[in-house]
Structures are given as structure tokens and as C-alpha cells.
């Protein structure tokens, strides 16, 4: 491992990364791994999480191919320098900011988007210039197998390199010296990433997880509703079967909106994923038995199994949950303090809408707070009273896709971002450069002191420049 | 303490200090703070530091005057959201990026600029919205106690507040949950403060220090080396005699120059600081016994002490060491392997300049690289080749007042930066928002999957709209 490690920081010193011509390359050859392995990576998925070649492609495959062709059309312009202006007492002088890359850095990827979450971040770190260990999930074994398979044979061995192992592994890799790490997954093991980066004072990026809450308010036509319904159902079931840190965790809705929500919800899950837990398609399965079993866990607090309204079926052989609604268990239940990272959606119902607010802000921040609302009002005030990575609004999941939009955390959701160019400016260093002549030279700006150079001082800092020129010509007085 | 936090905490959630007008108001009073006890600021910095009154006010009094008015004035456009283009295959839909302050930040300053490394992190979570607790370094008391006494005549007593106290008083605050936690310090605490900072998943920005070197190459007419040698020499002793982040800490030039150097650097600092110990001024002093130790311990090295070629001699009583240069001490003293913060400057020599790369490269990453060249060439090659905070090439120092130039460290020498935007930015979440409408509904992001379904989504990320509208048109086949 330490070989390893002396590699990547011997390529790095080497400037070999550093060239634009190398990243633009390593990134045409990862779209080349991801379209050329096409069929083993929906293979591999399956095999991982159970999931569609669908899901695959749109949360996985996709998103690499979107990400890596994005960055390969905007890195000219993100590795350019940055002019900055100066103030004018400085005059001649030129003011910029530089990116570069950190140097060695350190990937975790989570299990459930075993791909994305390991690729996308690799794509930010190559487009800065830097070097890269990833290490994937074990959890998601399948996935770890096609790494350590495919990526020596298409992308520069000495730069990137891939490592498998579990949490002994993590914990070694932490007692080593990085330039940065970048961490995705629960929060509990970010505290230990970020107190081993303290060590060193690396940077971090931590993607963490929370509860993400969905607002839905009165809606103006039933066929509104219907809408919300489905993007409901898609944002809690559709990605991993609810295994996902921006997956709808539960539902906030006006009670007397409850049961026409949780029909329309049951039609709407029946029509996407089957009638009942035989039939159950289109939806990926529970990674392993320790998740199975701890979902599991949850809906056998008899308060929350009597709130079940729909669902509830497990399959423990198959790693099954069927989609499960519950009507308003208990606030204190663990369903409702912990993140719940499966297909289990509680339904809280409250007098008014805007309860919602107070009942999201008792909770720590998340990473999405999504929104099914045509109230301005209501919007304006969700943005300026709550606290999250992200507010979506009528939709949910899709701002994943959007490069624009910085993606992270914020309090116990983590912080620092990615996605586009915050990829590539979280694994740089942005260097200041300021270029200065050496005429003409300010005699005022060296000791000994007088109450002239005093005043000069003072008139500077104002940019009073015509006081400055009087107080030169003689024209102005101490 | 804990009740003054909580305070903190009650101020921010009444959502009081998130208004512009607020936030204004603030800066305003930081103003009239500042410009209204500047005589009390002198007489204070003179009293810690033996601070004349112009570095007082060049270098603290003057960066927050102008930090402040620059906040102030470009206030309503950073807190505004900023657009981000979406792709069309999003339609309708508007995206922002919106900042929102972090919550209850702690900062903790350094004695050697006590007023500016105080409130200039403080203008930067002001402006962005934040309540704060500012613990000012208590190896520069009278500054603190002018803080303790001033700042709640001038600020909201209920969203800022200051604490004194030594390291335990640190520690105590350390264990409670901060929104974020700014600290200006060593890099040995800077991990502390890092480690701790874990345990709530606090976001930190740490400006630490290093070994900042200038490096002075041949310059085409004597005038420009008389003005290299001037800021040069202003670069070392002009900022707190040595005791600062970014002043010049050792120096690296040809050897055979280094004999007229050393001539023109003794002549100019005759000229700045006096002739001798007995005579000198408008120069700081040590700040306290602990730290003349420390730098009279660095001098005893028999070899180091072989190698003053000018200057050597300390008045314990005063707390004075008076400005020294060194001609090629030990690369392994610690005089050269440790921060110097003092009025000690080592010269190395070199038989070709271009070395000096190396050498600096051989030390972890500083704050700054000086260098005193005209050869663009290896301008380029310094910018490429090495890594620092910022580079600022023929002058030292002034890179600190520009507002358009991130200011902070990398690798040891810190994580984060600030001055300008950089503050506000610093002390914000970039919330992420996403607006979408209920129409188009797009049909096929639903399962249940087909080829239809998976070609449809295929195209979509390729934006190929226009093979998508001749899906949708039954004219092209999966």
C-alpha cells in the first residue's frame, strides 16, 4: 500500500498530470472504459443491488458519461488563470488566480451508486491534475471486482490506482499522508475521516447523508397531483429502492390530504414496480443482510408497524423490502431520527403546511429539501428559514444531473460540493499571483515614519488619488 | 460561556442577523469603531508590540477600514443568488445558487496582528449573516481588553460577542458545536482546532504559516536591486520585526551576489530602522519573554551564530532582538527548519538560482513564494513547479490588501482563504436551487423499463434533442 501511495506522489512530482493533454486523455479514456463495458457494468449493478439496466444507465452510466464529456469540453477554460482586478495605487501590477491540482488524493465511494460515487469524483480529480487512489465500497463487491479489472487496462497506472478491502484498509489508508480526501457516506465515518485528516491538515470533502424531507403542499389540479405523485414515488423508490443520501426520506402533507395521497401513492407504486412483493420489478433490492436486517429492525417497534398503511411484505432470502408507506409513526421512533436509507416512507401529517418548516429545522440540516408547492410565498419562505445542500422544487433527484448546481452538504450533511466545475476547484488549489513592477516606487511606504507618510498611507487606502497627488504636489497639509 | 453561545444561537435563529440591513448596520458600526478609537488602537498595539503608529495603521487599523467599506459596498451583489444554466432537456426550470449564512461561528485571532487578524474574519461573517464569538489572543492583552471593552458599545451584544482567556478557555470552546470555526494560528494548533472541529463535522478555514521564501535573482540595473533590497528588507522587519505569517522568512540568491547584497540590505536597514540595538525605531518589538527566548535560543546554535553577518544583538529587558542577517547557516538548524517569526534572515546562496525551486520544494508547502526576477521564464517555471498560498513576484507584502486575491494557505500552510468575496464566501453555504414546473411530464423517466425507455434516456443525456423528438415520433428505432 505504501508502494503504492510513493508511486502516486512520485508521478505527481513528476509534472506528468499537470499537463492538459494528459487529463484531457485519462478522461477519453474513462468515457472509453464506460462505453466499452457496458454490458458488465449493468452486470455488475445487477449483481451489487439488484438494479435494472434502466436505473443503471440513468444513475450510473449516464452520469459518468455527462460528467466526463463536460469536463472535457470546459477544461481549457477551467485550467485558465483568472484575471483579478487591483487597486490603482498599485499600478503596474497584475493580479490572478491560478488553479492547481493538490497533488495525491484520496477517494471513498459508498456502495449504493457504486459507480457514479467512485467515478465522478475521479473525473473532478483528474480534470484538477492530480493523482488518485480510489477506494471503493466492498460492499459492493461486484463493482469493486470491475475496478480493479477494468481500470488498469484503460487508464495511466501510475496516476490511478485503484484498492479494495474493508474498514481496515480505510483505516490504514488514513494514517498515511494525502493531499486531499475526498470521503462519500454516512456521517459517523466522516467524523473519523476528518479527524485523520486533521493530522495532517489535509482538506476534506465530506458527502453525507440526513433525513431529506418532501414538502407537498395544495396543489392547484388534480393532475398536478398526479405528477407530484410520481415524482414522490420516483425520488423515494426509483433510486435503489430508497438506498440513496438524496432519496425522499419522508413526507410532510396537510392531514386532511393524507388518504387521496396514499391512494394516489399505491397506484402510482403498483403501476412502476407491480402489485405486490412477487411481482416486484423495475426496483433494485437491499444491498445486504446487515442493511436488510436494520431496515428491517425498524418496522418491528409495534408503533411503527401499526402505522404501516401499505407494504410492510419482506423477502430476507431475495434482500426485499417491498415499497412500505406508514401514516405518522412515532416522532421518536428510530424510523423517524435516523436516516432510514430504504423503502420505507413515513407520512407525516400536520394541521398546516407550514408546520413543515419548524419540523424540518428540529432536525439536523440534510442534503435535499424537496418541495411540491405553487406558493411563492411558501417558497421564499422554505429558502430563507430551513438550511440544506439543496432545495428542490416540484421534483425530486434531478438536480443530481445538473452541472450548474453545486452538490454537498451543509451541518451534518457534510460540506464541500462537486458536480461541473466544483469538481474540478475541489480538488485544486486556487494560487493568488500578484505581478508588480518595480517603478514607480513609493518612498511613502518605507520607514523611518513621519506624519506625511502617515497621511500618504491614509489617503491611499481611501484611494483618495487626487487627495494623494495634492498631498505630493505640496498641496495638502499633515 | 456556554450561556453566551446559546445566546448566539437564539440571535441566529430569529433570523435577525440574516437582513441586509442588519448586516449593513454592523459593518457601519465596525466603522465607527475603528475610525473613532483609532488614538486607543495605537496607544494598544503600541503597548503589546511596540507598534509605530503608522505600521499600526498600515497594517491594522487601514486593512480593516478598507475591508469593511469594500464589504459594504459590494454587499447587495454577493448576497444575491447567482443563476446557473440548466439544459434544455430540463425545461421549464430556473437554477441558483443562493448563499446562506453558516449559523454561530467561533474565530479565533493571533497576537501578532491582533486587530486586523480579529476583525477582518469578523467583517467576512458579518457580511455573510452569521452571530459570532471572537476569542482575540491573549499574548496581546491590551488589544483584547480593548476589544472586551469596545466592541459592545459599537455591535449588536447579542450576535457578537468577544471571550478572553488563554489555551483552556480554547479548549472549553472547542468542545461545544460550532457552525463553523476560523482560526489564524500555528499549525500545531491549527490541528487541535481541526481534530476537535471533527467531532461536530464543523467546516474550518485555517490560515497557518510556513517558511515563506524570496527568492532575488539578477535584475538588470543597480536602481531595481536598491528597490528589490527595500522590499525585501520591509518585507522582513517592516511587518511586526519578522512576526508575521507572510513576511519574508528566509532569503535565496546567487552566491555571488551575496556579498553586495548584504551590503545594500545593511545600508537599508540603517536607513529604515537606525544604526544599531540603542538607536533603532519604527520597528515592532518581540512580543513577549517566551517568544525572545525562542529566537535567542535559534542565534546560540554555534554554527548559526557563526554565520551573522550583521546585526546579532538582543536587549532582553525591552524584548528587542535587532534585525539580523545570516549567511548561510546549517540547512538543518532549526533556524532553517523551523517558522523563524522574528527579525532573523537567514540568506542562503546558491550556484544557479533556478535551485532555489528545489530547495523549496524540499519544505512543505508556505503561504507565499517571493520572488525578485524579470526572467519570465522562470516566473513560469516557479508558478508551475512549486505550490504556495500565493506568489508574488517583485514586492512583499502588498498582496495582502488586495481584496480580488484569495488570501490563505495550502497543504501546511493552511486550508481555506479569505480577504474580499473570499470572507463573505467563507462564512456562507452556497444553497443550491432547483425550480422545476409540473409540465412537460416527461413519461419515460418512470418505469416501468422498456428499450424504449433506455434509448430515451440515453439520448437525453447526449442532449440530442433532436434524435429525441424523433423517438418520441416513433422515427428512429431502439
Redesign the interface.
Known amino acids: 500500500m505504501e508502494e503504492s501511495v510513493s508511486e502516486l506522489r512520485g508521478t505527481f512530482i513528476s509534472?506528468r498530470t499537470?499537463s492538459v493533454a494528459w487529463r484531457k486523455n485519462q478522461l477519453e479514456a474513462l468515457l472509453d472504459l464506460i462505453n466499452e463495458n457496458e454490458e458488465s457494468i449493468f452486470k455488475a449493478l445487477h449483481e451489487d443491488l439488484g438494479k435494472?439496466?434502466?436505473?443503471s444507465?440513468?444513475d450510473e452510466i449516464?452520469i459518468i458519461?455527462?460528467s466526463a464529456s463536460y469536463s472535457l469540453s470546459c477544461l481549457d477554460k477551467w485550467v485558465a488563470p483568472k484575471k483579478?482586478?487591483?487597486?490603482l495605487f498599485?499600478f503596474p501590477a497584475k493580479?490572478e488566480?491560478?488553479p492547481?491540482p493538490?497533488?495525491v488524493v484520496l477517494i471513498f465511494s459508498s456502495w449504493n451508486f457504486p459507480i457514479s460515487l467512485s467515478m465522478d469524483p475521479l473525473i473532478g480529480a483528474i480534470s484538477a491534475g492530480n493523482t488518485v487512489l480510489l477506494k471503493p465500497s466492498e460492499l459492493a463487491p461486484a463493482c469493486l471486482y470491475f475496478f480493479i479489472e477494468t481500470i488498469p487496462l484503460y487508464l495511466d497506472n501510475k496516476a490511478i490506482k485503484v484498492i479494495g478491502g474493508g474498514a481496515g484498509v480505510g483505516e490504514r489508508l488514513l494514517e498515511l499522508k494525502w493531499?486531499k480526501i475526498f470521503f462519500t457516506g454516512s456521517?459517523r465515518v466522516?467524523?473519523l475521516v476528518?479527524?485523520a485528516?486533521?493530522?495532517y491538515?489535509t482538506?476534506v470533502t465530506?458527502e453525507?447523508g440526513g433525513k431529506c424531507p418532501a414538502i407537498l403542499d395544495t396543489?392547484s389540479s388534480p393532475?398536478?397531483i398526479k405528477?407530484?405523485a410520481?415524482r414522490i414515488v420516483?425520488g423515494k423508490w426509483?433510486p435503489c429502492t430508497g438506498q440513496a443520501c438524496i432519496a425522499i426520506d419522508y413526507l410532510l402533507v396537510e392531514e386532511k390530504f393524507a388518504p387521496t395521497l396514499i391512494e394516489l401513492l399505491k397506484k402510482t407504486i403498483k403501476?412502476?414496480?407491480?402489485e405486490n412483493i412477487k411481482d416486484l420489478?423495475?426496483?433494485s433490492r437491499i444491498v445486504n443482510k446487515h442493511q436488510f436486517q436494520r431496515l428491517h429492525n425498524l418496522l418491528e417497534d409495534p408503533h411503527v408497524a401499526a402505522s404501516v398503511v401499505y407494504g410492510g411484505s419482506i423477502n430476507e432470502e431475495k434482500l426485499v423490502i417491498e415499497p412500505t408507506i406508514l401514516l405518522d409513526p412515532p416522532l421518536d421512533s428510530e424510523i423517524m431520527t435516523e436516516e432510514i436509507f430504504g423503502p420505507l416512507l413515513p407520512i407525516i401529517t400536520l394541521k398546516n403546511i407550514e408546520e413543515s418548516i419548524e419540523f424540518i429545522n428540529s432536525k439536523p440540516k440534510p442534503l435535499v429539501i424537496y418541495a411540491f408547492t405553487e406558493d411563492e410565498t411558501f417558497?421564499k419562505r422554505i429558502?430563507?428559514?430551513t438550511?440544506?445542500?439543496?432545495?428542490?422544487?416540484?421534483?425530486s433527484m434531478?438536480?443530481f444531473?445538473?452541472d450548474?448546481?453545486?452538490?454537498g452538504g451543509?451541518?451534518?450533511s457534510?460540506?464541500g460540493?462537486y458536480h461541473g466545475k466544483y469538481s474540478f476547484d475541489t480538488f485544486s488549489?486556487?494560487?493568488?499571483?500578484?505581478?508588480?513592477?518595480?517603478?514607480p516606487?513609493l518612498e511613502p511606504?518605507?520607514?523611518?515614519?513621519t506624519g506625511f507618510?502617515?497621511r500618504f498611507?491614509?489617503l491611499a487606502?481611501?484611494f483618495d488619488y487626487f487627495g494623494l497627488i495634492l498631498l505630493l504636489m505640496g498641496l495638502k497639509k499633515s
Not at 430 to 436: D, F, G, Q, V
Open positions: 509534472g499537470r435494472s439496466p434502466v436505473e444507465y440513468r449516464g458519461q455527462k483579478s482586478e487591483l487597486p498599485l493580479g488566480v491560478l492547481e493538490l497533488g493531499d456521517p466522516g467524523r476528518m479527524t485528516a486533521a493530522r491538515l482538506p465530506l453525507l396543489l393532475a398536478k405528477v407530484a410520481k420516483g426509483g403501476s412502476f414496480f407491480g420489478k423495475s426496483i417558497k429558502l430563507s428559514e438550511s440544506s445542500g439543496t432545495v428542490t422544487f416540484n421534483d434531478v438536480q444531473l445538473c450548474a448546481l453545486p452538490f451543509v451541518g451534518q457534510g460540506f460540493r488549489h486556487e494560487k493568488a499571483i500578484l505581478h508588480r513592477g518595480f517603478y516606487e511606504r518605507y520607514p523611518p515614519w507618510k502617515l498611507i491614509k487606502y481611501r
